[in-house]
């Protein structure tokens, strides 16, 4: 399978601990985004990346949120100190770069995050 | 600020019978919308790009169109497999995916 592959699929967290998630992109794709969706909202953009690179962040909350996407091995959005308001499902998705071709973003499953 | 409204949020249609989906948006320089279909539980699935008024793109028993103001998502004959959220997104020049709430539709047979 040669989609965008993220996991965990589902991750339970106390308020307090740490969610790691993690997202594989699409064979051939260069640039990462993730976005975040909640009951009865839109998808939101949080942030977009290349490897090695943050292009934009400007849909991460300052604060106890971060992404990277090293080198090697998946992009990684990583939440220190969960509480509730962050219980939502965390879609990840892939395009190829500037200049490469068609740009349209493919999504992968999500992982759904709960914060008990 | 770019903006999507999707519109209705919900419909209903017999199996069929055939409507469309309207996304309106404002947007400083589109680069291109896109419509994508979400099943519940999973991730939106890539149907349509649209890059400027007047394009039309067809895939099966679905067809978007593009005015400079808003899109619509027609779909003949529907299916209850048809039966998903349908969500609209515009990308201006060096930004990112704006999305609307999207369209639940729900094809009874």
């Given at each position: 399978n040669a989609g965008v592959m993220q996991n965990p699929r589902h991750l339970v967290r106390r308020r307090g601990q740490e969610a790691r998630l993690r997202c594989s992109p699409m064979k051939g794709h260069s640039h990462v985004y993730w976005y975040r969706q909640l009951p009865e909202e839109g998808l939101k953009f949080m942030v977009y990346l290349q490897k090695e690179n943050?292009?934009?962040?400007?849909?991460?909350?300052?604060?106890r949120f971060s992404a990277e996407f090293p080198k090697e091995g998946p992009s990684i959005l990583r939440i220190q100190q969960?509480?509730?308001?962050?219980s939502a499902a965390y879609f990840c998705a892939s395009s190829l770069g500037?200049?490469?071709?068609?740009?349209e973003q493919y999504f992968g499953p999500g992982t759904r995050l709960t914060v008990t | 600020e770019d903006q999507v409204t999707q519109s209705p949020e919900a419909l209903r249609l017999q199996e069929g019978e055939s409507s469309s989906l309207n996304c309106s948006y404002t947007v400083s320089g589109l680069r291109g919308l896109f419509w994508y279909r979400q099943d519940p539980g999973k991730g939106p699935e890539f149907l349509f790009t649209l890059y400027s008024a007047g394009e039309e793109k067809e895939k099966e028993r679905l067809k978007a169109t593009l005015t400079k103001k808003e899109s619509f998502l027609h779909i003949t004959a529907?299916?209850?497999?048809?039966s998903a959220t349908y969500l609209c997104a515009v990308q201006a020049y060096y930004s990112t995916l704006t999305f609307g709430k999207g369209t639940m539709l729900l094809v009874s047979p």
């Open positions: 943050i292009i934009d962040e400007s849909g991460m909350p300052k604060e969960v509480v509730r308001g962050d500037p200049g490469q071709g068609p740009y | 529907p299916k209850p497999e048809d």
